[in-house]
């Protein structure tokens, strides 16, 4: 367990959400994608200027309104990552979806050299490690957490269907294909190393995301998922089970089912979707079992009135909610929303979230 000492006390609220140690105060967040950004600008920073809870310390002008990071896949065009998958964009701003597979055709398996887990990061050289080891033990000084984690979205499952074409998978997995074998491998080995090297620098917690749900139901059967994919997660986060590191995971879809085997792959803190899985669903498997980070109903969040909204939140609040923990809220607004549900959202999540002043949030 992370000792709360020397921690300031809005890192010390998360540690209490996350072990359930009755928190202050309930954390939120809404998140502004950077197409919501470009389609807004300034009349967007004046929401955000108006909710210095949600937004604390943020000053305005600071914000370059077409800025979308440095991320190639927030840019249109075809990106090539470390693996040899090629990405296309067709809107500034939002994802870019795999489009090119590189083992599509197991002929290209032998020949196929995967990138350097330390040299080799997503979209370029993995940082200097003694400069990510440096950056962990100033957030530490500061009161706040050492985290973890390094790899990118997708890193485990999913990157199996971007080397190999979805299809092409579950056809590999549903014939039990023997060189999808070699392929987990090869993707594990380097995930394992990379893990691996930020608890050796003395990361305190871990943050990964791999979407493994459909809309409706898991890719695979939740066997398939034990046989093929959840192995793999086990080896992975050993060091941190070993160290007793907190795992944080966002996972899109549908994953029900699989929730008891995230637990006990090491996963703390899980960032469900809502609609996928359904609030009594959550609430039999994951309520008081885990932390949740739950993500609200970003496909409500266009069409909704002001009622409606608090209406869902509120729902979900007091469905998940316990007064000894385990609960954030987060709201992912798309630039589909209009800028009152933006304005709308963050005024119940203030209310019903409780936050305390914005000072506190920044001490």
Known sequence: MISYQGRSRVTVN????????????????????????????????????AHPRIFPGYVKGSRNFDDVGTLPLYQP????????????????????????????????????????????????????????????????????????GGLPHGFMYMNLYYLRGFDNLMLDL???????????????????????????????IMGFGDDLGNQKALPMSPAMWRKFIKPSYSRILAPCRARDIPVTLHTDGHILEIIPDLIDVGVRLLNPQIRANGLEGLQRMARGKLALHQDLDRQLFPF??????????????????????????????????????????????????????????LA
């Open 304 to 361: 909704a009135t002001p009622s409606e909204l608090e209406e869902h939140i509120g729902t979900v609040y007091e469905g998940l909610y316990l007064p000894e923990g385990g609960l954030t809220l987060n709201a992912e607004c798309e630039p589909d929303v209009p800028l009152e549900n933006i304005d709308a959202i963050c005024t119940i999540l203030e209310r019903i979230c409780k936050l305390p002043e914005p000072e506190v949030l």
């Open 14 to 49: 998360y540690l209490k959400t996350l072990y359930f140690d009755y928190p202050e105060w309930t954390i939120c967040n809404v998140s502004l994608m950077p197409a919501t950004w470009l389609k807004y600008r300034e009349r967007l920073e004046e929401i955000v200027l």
């Open 174 to 204: 549903a014939t039990d294909d023997p060189r999808v074998y070699r392929l987990i491998a090869m993707i594990e080995s380097y995930n394992a190393a990379v893990v691996a090297k930020y608890v050796e620098l003395g990361a305190e």
């Open 77 to 148: 065009g075809f990106h090539t990552d470390c693996w040899g998958v090629v990405w296309q964009n067709i809107e500034r701003g939002l994802d870019s979806i795999s489009v090119n597979h590189p083992l599509e055709d197991w002929a290209a398996l032998d020949s196929f050299v995967p990138p350097d887990p330390m040299k080799d990061g997503a979209w370029g050289p993995q940082p200097d490690w003694a400069d990510v080891q440096r950056g962990m033990q100033e957030a530490v000084r500061k009161g706040g957490l050492a985290w973890g």
